[in-house]
């Protein structure tokens, strides 16, 4: 019996499936973003404060920041069983990237619904 | 040029501090041979070098090497194909600790096919002469019960390079999946239970280097996506 205690979902079958579906919410965040950057050539601040005023809006960046924190959670996860075999440093380096992770959101969620 | 420079991958732990590569000129006198029959003539030239063989036409499966950098049967593979500028590099199959020169220490791979349970497991009372198969549900088995088991595509895989004590590998997941698709077979759901982890199945990438050199033409990433479609449809 294979175990993980510190994979995302515990579970390869439910990782996998998390990464898929993570990486088509950023690509549609992706390409949404660069599509309305380009419709809008004279962006100014009011039009870019009223996008993220509206709950749509807030509602798709905040899928997508849960989607980056899943899908650099699994990915770096991967990274390091591959290649850090030293037991010591392999959990160090999980704990600080899921820990980044952590910081990263929040502060992305701030910055959405902050003043 | 009748001469082809090999260099091939020399070690011996009772003498040898450290592995080394060792030049050899063979007389081929023109003909395309196949790497087996280079190596033998090798041989002639220094009894000492070691590696496997046996039935010298790619059914036994004893001689995978790493021939030019791609791993294959050296009994199928001629020369035409692998030397490029007069020159053939052989090395042992990657990732496997080295025994002797091309001699590697398969335990880790036979460890891995063990596991999957590599025979029928059947609950059902045993018929009185055989266990039946429609033509339909046999013909699903082609294509994953050819393996011979020389590990040409599991040394070629970073993921079994990497974890080989965890991850299955390209040649025991299509075993697994012969028997998963097997209608005889009714231990499905255990064997599916015991590759839902994050290494035994889903630490393949699908970057497919065991298709490029499966020497029997085998596709194991089918195989094992066939299987993550198996733990799909049953977990949801």
């Given at each position: 019996?294979?175990?993980n205690?510190t994979?995302?979902?515990?579970?390869?079958?439910?990782?996998?499936?998390?990464?898929?579906a993570?990486?088509?919410?950023?690509?549609?965040?992706t390409?949404?973003?660069?599509?309305?950057?380009?419709?809008n050539?004279?962006?100014?601040?009011?039009?870019?404060?009223?996008?993220?005023?509206?709950?749509?809006m807030?509602?798709?960046?905040?899928l997508?920041?849960?989607?980056l924190?899943?899908?650099?959670?699994?990915?770096?996860?991967?990274?390091?069983?591959?290649?850090?075999?030293?037991?010591?440093?392999?959990?160090?380096?999980?704990?600080?990237?899921?820990?980044?992770?952590?910081?990263?959101?929040v502060?992305?969620?701030?910055?959405?619904?902050?003043? | 040029?009748?001469?082809?420079?090999?260099?091939?991958?020399?070690?011996?732990?009772?003498?040898?501090?450290a592995?080394?590569?060792?030049?050899f000129?063979?007389?081929?006198?023109?003909r395309?041979?196949?790497v087996?029959?280079?190596?033998?003539?090798?041989?002639?030239?220094?009894?000492?070098?070691?590696?496997?063989?046996?039935?010298r036409?790619g059914?036994?499966?004893?001689?995978?090497?790493n021939?030019n950098?791609?791993?294959?049967?050296?009994?199928?593979?001629?020369?035409?194909?692998?030397v490029?500028?007069?020159?053939?590099?052989?090395?042992?199959?990657?990732?496997?600790?080295?025994?002797?020169?091309?001699?590697v220490?398969?335990?880790?791979?036979?460890?891995?096919?063990?596991?999957?349970?590599?025979?029928?497991?059947?609950?059902?009372?045993?018929?009185?002469?055989e266990?039946?198969q429609?033509?339909?549900?046999?013909?699903?088995l082609?294509?994953?019960?050819?393996?011979i088991?020389?590990?040409?595509?599991?040394?070629?895989?970073?993921s079994?390079?990497?974890?080989?004590?965890?991850f299955?590998?390209?040649?025991?997941?299509l075993?697994?999946?012969?028997?998963?698709?097997?209608?005889?077979?009714?231990?499905?759901?255990?064997?599916?239970?015991?590759?839902?982890?994050?290494?035994s199945?889903?630490?393949?990438r699908?970057?497919?280097?065991?298709?490029?050199?499966c020497?029997?033409g085998?596709?194991?990433?089918?195989?094992?996506?066939?299987?993550?479609?198996m733990?799909?449809?049953?977990?949801?």
């Amino acid at each position: 019996m294979v175990t993980n205690i510190t994979s995302f979902g515990r579970s390869g079958l439910s990782d996998w499936l998390i990464q898929r579906a993570s990486a088509i919410v950023l690509a549609l965040y992706t390409f949404f973003i660069v599509a309305y950057l380009l419709l809008n050539p004279n962006l100014d601040y009011m039009t870019w404060h009223g996008l993220f005023a509206q709950t749509w809006m807030r509602i798709f960046s905040l899928l997508a920041f849960v989607s980056l924190a899943a899908h650099a959670w699994i990915g770096l996860w991967t990274v390091t069983t591959d290649y850090l075999k030293g037991t010591a440093i392999r959990v160090g380096v999980q704990t600080f990237i899921i820990l980044a992770i952590f910081v990263f959101l929040v502060w992305g969620i701030q910055v959405l619904w902050g003043a | 040029m009748s001469t082809l420079q090999v260099s091939i991958y020399r070690y011996n732990p009772e003498t040898d501090s450290a592995p080394y590569m060792q030049e050899f000129q063979v007389d081929t006198h023109g003909r395309d041979l196949m790497v087996l029959d280079v190596l033998h003539l090798m041989k002639e030239q220094d009894s000492g070098l070691a590696f496997r063989r046996s039935c010298r036409e790619g059914v036994c499966g004893s001689d995978g090497m790493n021939m030019n950098g791609k791993n294959g049967l050296g009994c199928i593979t001629p020369l035409s194909e692998v030397v490029k500028g007069n020159k053939l590099v052989l090395r042992p199959l990657p990732g496997l600790p080295v025994i002797r020169d091309l001699v590697v220490d398969m335990g880790l791979f036979y460890k891995q096919y063990e596991r999957i349970q590599p025979y029928l497991l059947n609950s059902d009372p045993e018929p009185a002469i055989e266990r039946l198969q429609s033509p339909e549900d046999r013909d699903k088995l082609d294509g994953l019960y050819e393996c011979i088991l020389c590990a040409c595509c599991s040394t070629a895989c970073p993921s079994f390079w990497w974890n080989p004590e965890k991850f299955v590998g390209p040649a025991g997941l299509l075993q697994s999946y012969r028997f998963l698709a097997d209608s005889r077979d009714t231990a499905t759901a255990e064997r599916l239970a015991a590759l839902e982890d994050p290494f035994s199945v889903f630490r393949c990438r699908g970057i497919m280097n065991c298709v490029a050199v499966c020497p029997k033409g085998l596709n194991p990433t089918r195989a094992i996506g066939k299987i993550r479609e198996m733990l799909l449809a049953d977990a949801t």
